[in-house]
């Protein structure tokens, strides 16, 4: 039976709507792989760390990338790397800025040479003296959102890192009972506020080496003294066998602050899952970090007693001098800019809310 016209044109058209879902399902397949193609390409950044490659800090930046990439499900890939692989010291500010890395993480005193600010960003002499305090400021009062006031203009997104708290001292190799011991002395600290407090109290000349130059400074004899971080950082530089004498603690650096550096347009790239996952990881970091360190100083002090390390203590007296230089030194800070004037302002109106509560509620023994 021959097929009426009626019959061909249903025909027709059954075939011209099957044809076209077919193609229109191969689009949609096409599309999906395309997709599902980019969500599959993870974010891979480097993470350029201030740290030596044993120390503790170092070690749980590993531990945090490996939680970024389980939590992310493998989509965000952060690569740790010790000082000086791509840069070193002050240099990783400008490395984050320029994107040579999408993270670094160092020392807010390193930045003070792209604003004089960052030298009182940290804990400087007098400043907070309990890690808890700079804790409480920079995760939930004003320091945060201070210190992206001050970063945002280079393309950063600053985030405080972990707190090694009341620094260690110096490591001499010969005894240092004080500060008229330091005069025309030459030392390695930090740079910015520190560095300036220590030549005003001291008259000691300053040198801002980066950890791995700080044990070949000593042997050769380049610097009389030292300081870096805690007791444990100590240890993990080895510097203690080089330089058996310690004075203690650090007055100019009582409750230090790491930070991590994030390049602005790079975590602007991250879906908000992720940026969730990364916010979440350096809190994560933060806490872990400060404790694991702090018990891992308990240790560290027993271990350098038991090399013989001879430690001293600073004077009533030089603590005064110590007061003294410090305010000399921050009243020239204050009249710089509003936002450093500022910045001293809220650190110190947040010292005196921490000090006030703790009158009632300290420790009583």
Known sequence: MLATPSHLSSRFGFALIFGCLVVSLCLFLILLQGCSSQRQTPHEWVLQSQATAGSLDFVELLEMAEQVKLMSGGRLLIRPVPGG?????????????????????????WWSGRHPSWSVMNAGPFDFMNLDASMMFFLEGEGTALANELASGDGIIWRPAWWPGMEFGLLSKEPIMGLDDLKDKKVRIGPGLPGEVFTEASGAYTIPLVPEEMRPALEQGLIDAVEWTTARGVLDLNLHDVSPNAIVPAIWQPAVVSD???NEAAYDELGEDLKAILESALKAYALTTTVKSKLADFDALEALKQANVNFHAWSKEDIERWRVANESILEGYRARDDYTKRLISEKQAFKERYNRYYEYFGAYD
């Open 85 to 109: 692989e791509v840069a070193s010291g002050p240099d990783i500010y400008a490395a984050v800025s320029e994107r040579r890395v999408e993270m670094g993480n160092g020392w807010p005193n």
């Open 260 to 262: 991590f550096l994030i």
